[in-house]
Structure formats: structure tokens, C-alpha cells
């Protein structure tokens, strides 16, 4: 049994305050409170669309080993301008589905100021920059618009490049409504340009290990890019070879967000970070 207070700032389902309040509640353990009523207020069981208002006192009859997350936050820097952390596959950036916990959620439970300078995929794993302050969002933001960072990635995908390293141009079209872009040789109405390079860093018969630097970054850039010159990302569905990720097995895409580089100009709150580089191991599950 625990008891808390509610801290949200408006009303929010019961359902969807777990979520986002307890993030590593499994699924089916959450399925189970709301069909038995696990949570009280003022001595009343309630159901999962009941709401929850500011500074309701709840009492959760859910075992604590189902409501807290004992694993860290992976911070790779932090100073009083910047937080960089690793992020794990399987969890989004920012909030984008009402009740759905994010990384910042997380972030921000250690540090309430912070804010996510950019994003990635839902299923893939790396370096997330958030700022700390005002002006270090504002220069960020600034530097990503202006691709003064650069940002490289690490991927397994199957087969073998015709070309070991190369810069590639296309154009994106984005399909809202599905959830999923189209990539063109040629500038397709309603479609943005695009550049991805990448080089091998090593092969086998099956499959390849590439480095690759996003040079624009639009939605799914890579995952499409990469399938569109005939090498999908081993593990990605959407874009790539389900029947060969059946056959190895493969269920999370292989896509690690892997290194950063900044270039600050001097005079700016950021400039000390000017040349700096982080990285990070890529933690694929494809031997």
C-alpha cells in the first residue's frame, strides 16, 4: 500500500496519472489495478476513467516493486546549462500521446527546469540533449536549425553497400495520416530535400555495421533513407525487411544515436562547448 498526493496541474484521468506518474508499471499489472479497483480516494474505488484533480490523496493498494523505476537516468553531461542523457529504445522523447510517460517526464522529475532540444525515434537508442535554462534552449534550438551540430549514428543493416562511404541526396515526403514518409530521387510535390552520408565500418555476409551522419534531420530520415539505397535498418519494420527480421529474430531496430559534436561561436553562453564531443557505445541485440 502507498499513499500520495496528486501533483498535476489539471484534471487527468486515473489511468493516465498512473502512467505517466509511475512509468515503470507494467502493462498487464496496471490492467489488473484498474479492473479491481486497486486505488482509493477518501476510502471510494476508482474506476480508470475517474479523474483525478490537484492534491487528491490517493491510497494505491499496488505492490511498490510494479511502481518504482530503479533504473538511472543514463546522464552522459551535466552542467548547469546542458543535460545529455543516453536514451534507451522503447520510450519517447516528449510526450505525444496524453498519459504516455516520455524521457523528458523523466528528466524532469530530477530536473523540473529542463527541456528536450530535439528528438528521436520512439526505438531508437542515444545521445538526448536537453537545456537547463532559457538561453542555452534558445542557442540549441538555434544550432540544430542551423546544423552546427552534427550528429552521427550507428546502424546494422542488411546486405552490403554498393559503396563503402558516400553522401546521398533525395527528398522526403512526410504522410501525416500514416504515420510514414516517402523518399524520392526527384523533387516530388510537397517533398523536402534531404542528405544523409554514411561509411562501413564493417561486413559479414548477412548484414553491415555503417556510421552515419545526418546532415538534415527529418522525420524517419535515416530508416527511410537508408532502405530507399537498399540498405533497411535490421529490426525496422516499417521501412525495412520484416520477413528477414522474422527469420533472424530481430524484434527492435538496430539505430543508436552514437556520437555529437557542438560548435558554439565565442560570446555565447555555450561557446566553452565549442569542439566538444560526446559519445556513446551503441547497444545493439543483433550478435
Not at 537508408?226 to 527492435?252: F, M, S
Amino acid at each position: 500500500m502507498r499513499e500520495i498526493v496528486a501533483n498535476v496541474d489539471k484534471p487527468v484521468s486515473l489511468q493516465n496519472f498512473l502512467r505517466r506518474t509511475f512509468p515503470a508499471i507494467p502493462p498487464a499489472i496496471l490492467r489488473k489495478a484498474m479492473e479491481n479497483r486497486d486505488v482509493r480516494r477518501a476510502g471510494k474505488r476508482l474506476n480508470a476513467e475517474e479523474l483525478i484533480y490537484p492534491d487528491d490523496k490517493l491510497t494505491l493498494y499496488i505492490d511498490d516493486k510494479y511502481l518504482d523505476d530503479e533504473t538511472p537516468l543514463d546522464i552522459v553531461f551535466i552542467d548547469k546549462n546542458l543535460l545529455i542523457v543516453n536514451k534507451k529504445p522503447g520510450i519517447t522523447v516528449v510526450e505525444e500521446r496524453p498519459g504516455v510517460p516520455s524521457l523528458q517526464d523523466a528528466v524532469r522529475r530530477r530536473y523540473p527546469e529542463a527541456k528536450a532540444c530535439h528528438r528521436l525515434d520512439y526505438n531508437t537508442g542515444g545521445l538526448v540533449v536537453f537545456a537547463r535554462t532559457n538561453a542555452a534552449a534558445e542557442q540549441m534550438e538555434a544550432a540544430f536549425r542551423d546544423r552546427t551540430v552534427r550528429k552521427f549514428y550507428r546502424c546494422l543493416v542488411w546486405g552490403q553497400p554498393k559503396e563503402g562511404i558516400g553522401k546521398f541526396r533525395a527528398y522526403l515526403k512526410k504522410d501525416a495520416q500514416a504515420a510514414k514518409v516517402a523518399i524520392y530521387d526527384w523533387a516530388a510535390p510537397g517533398a523536402l530535400p534531404i542528405e544523409t552520408a554514411y561509411a562501413m565500418l564493417d561486413s559479414c555476409m548477412e548484414y553491415s555495421l555503417l556510421e552515419v551522419e545526418l546532415i538534415t534531420g527529418r522525420t524517419h530520415q535515416i530508416r527511410a533513407h537508408l532502405a530507399h539505397l537498399g540498405l533497411p535498418i535490421c529490426g525496422d519494420d516499417r521501412y525495412g525487411d520484416r520477413e528477414k527480421n522474422k527469420q533472424w529474430k530481430v524484434t527492435r531496430q538496430q539505430l543508436w544515436a552514437t556520437r555529437i559534436e557542438f560548435s558554439f561561436k565565442r560570446g555565447t553562453t555555450l561557446a566553452y562547448l565549442d569542439n566538444r564531443k560526446f559519445s556513446v557505445a551503441p547497444e545493439f541485440t543483433l550478435a
